[in-house]
């Protein structure tokens, strides 16, 4: 019943910033947790960022300082900005929205982000 389109991604240079968009068509008010995760090739999906709704953001060990994950209500979109890019940030990421046992969750079509030595 919810639909995610993501924006934002692209190439940049090694210790470029790029900010990931992850629109929702309904309201994201309800949410009991969001994140992104990312598939580089020839590796498995992992969680790069994740913010549980009046809580806490967790972060992979590989982004923590330079990923910044977060959310506006207002406009239904989460983000993902991310600074100090590296080589070995490139992969495909994908947004990720969970309502809950009642509201279900939700995954974004997947964005690449390639980041150029």
């Known amino acids: 019943q919810v639909q995610l389109v993501e924006s934002g991604g692209g190439l940049v240079r090694a210790g470029g910033s790029l900010r990931l968009s992850c629109a929702a068509s309904g309201s994201i008010s309800s949410i009991k947790s969001m994140g992104w995760y990312r598939q580089a090739p020839e590796k498995q999906r992992e969680l790069a960022a994740k913010?549980?709704?009046?809580?806490?953001?967790n972060y992979a060990d590989s982004v923590k300082g330079r990923f910044t994950i977060s959310g506006d209500n207002a406009k239904n979109t989460l983000y993902l900005q991310m600074d100090s890019l590296k080589p070995e940030d490139t992969a495909v990421y994908y947004c990720?929205?969970?309502?809950?046992?009642?509201?279900?969750?939700?995954w974004g079509q997947g964005i690449q982000v390639t980041v150029s030595s």
């Open positions: 913010i549980i709704k009046g809580g806490p953001t």
């Open positions: 990720y929205l969970d309502f809950g046992y009642y509201g279900g969750s939700y």
